[in-house]
């Protein structure tokens, strides 16, 4: 059984930190240029939250979804060929509908929290769903121990998806803070694959950086093995000519006081980085990241398509090849 377990864990070629909509694009670019199996994606779960009794995992449901070929092709979330009878029964009873959860997607949920209430871990519950949907590349959560994101905003705290999809983001933020960080555990393959002589880069997703990545770093022992791991760390900035590709980034950069930049994202991240990927479009910057003492590449990263996944993901995967830290 350990030499079983230590050959799994030495297959791990790349490690890649993502969220949901913008990360899985790269995620799966990265599953098709490389082995899959060599892959290990470890999700944000900051945004889970309980709602109507049920365990909800988005960040983990976007990256299964999109890598068994199952997600919605326009929202991005949610499932494609989804209907909607759960939610239009639930509305006539007066439930609560500011969530939308799709019946295919609600199956999800329904068993995910069955097992959980069972005893069984995210982990292991994420690693059988992914199993089933015919997904190789193994998808962990950051942690199997709650950890909550809260935004704060003047008039008080919110609950993060209360924030992000019941008030659309329209709250202004001061910051984000993450309960139960401080006493949660970073996922044992996270923790391994960040110290496996053979690993060849760790990859931060184009995902927000305050609100999907920042709850993984924000974990104990994460960034320290990033910093003592042998891999490269490389991230692809998600701002493009000083917007944002998907989502609210943008305008939290501005709330914040922060310069809706690629560099500032660079900044943000600061003496993580070996490397960062930024768009062709924002070459002027190049020469101001690198003085950050951080590597730079220069090439498309919209990814509007899934040759446009794979060529990214190629690239990026290149230019964690140039190098390998002491």
Same mark, same amino acid.
């Given at each position: 059984m350990n030499g079983s377990s230590s050959e799994k864990r030495s297959r791990v070629a790349c490690l890649a930190l993502s969220g949901g909509v913008g990360g899985a694009k790269l995620v799966v670019g990265l599953a098709r240029v490389m082995d899959p199996v060599a892959l290990l994606v470890v999700a944000?779960?900051?945004d889970d939250f309980e709602h109507l009794?049920?365990?909800i995992s988005p960040d983990i449901d976007t990256l299964t979804y999109t890598l068994a070929g199952l997600n919605h092709p326009k929202n991005g979330w949610g499932r494609?060929?989804?209907t909607w009878t759960f939610m239009a029964a639930l509305e006539a009873l007066g439930g609560e509908t500011w969530f939308r959860l799709g019946d295919g997607d609600l199956a999800t949920h329904v068993e995910r929290t069955r097992r959980l209430n069972a005893g069984e871990t995210l982990t292991a519950i994420t690693a059988d769903f992914c199993a089933r949907l015919g997904?190789?590349?193994?998808v962990v959560p950051m942690s199997d121990d709650p950890v909550r994101t809260v935004a704060e905003t003047p008039d008080g705290p919110l609950a993060f998806q209360h924030y992000f999809v019941r008030d659309r983001c329209q709250p202004v933020v001061k910051g984000f803070r993450f309960a139960g960080a401080a006493e949660a555990r970073a996922n044992p393959s996270f923790l391994e694959a960040l110290a496996d002589p053979g690993l060849s880069? /760790? /990859?931060?997703?184009p995902s927000n950086p305050f609100i999907s990545v920042d709850p993984i770093l924000t974990l104990p022992? /994460?960034? $320290?093995?990033? $910093? $003592?791991s042998p891999a490269p760390v490389i991230a692809v900035s998600p701002i493009v000519g000083g917007r944002a590709i998907k989502g609210p980034t943008a305008k939290m950069m501005r709330e914040l006081g922060i310069p809706c930049t690629a560099l500032a994202v660079a900044r943000h991240y600061g003496d993580l980085l070996d490397g960062f990927v930024v768009d062709s479009e924002d070459e002027a910057l190049a020469d101001q990241v690198r003085e950050l003492g951080v590597e730079v590449l220069v090439t498309k990263t919209v990814m509007e398509?899934?040759?446009d996944r794979m060529s990214l993901a190629r690239a990026v995967l290149d230019f964690a090849g140039r190098w390998r830290r002491p």
């Open positions: 944000n779960t900051g009794g049920l365990h494609a060929d989804e997904v190789s590349t193994r880069a /760790v /990859v931060i997703c022992e /994460v960034r $320290a093995g990033l $910093a $003592a398509s899934l040759e």
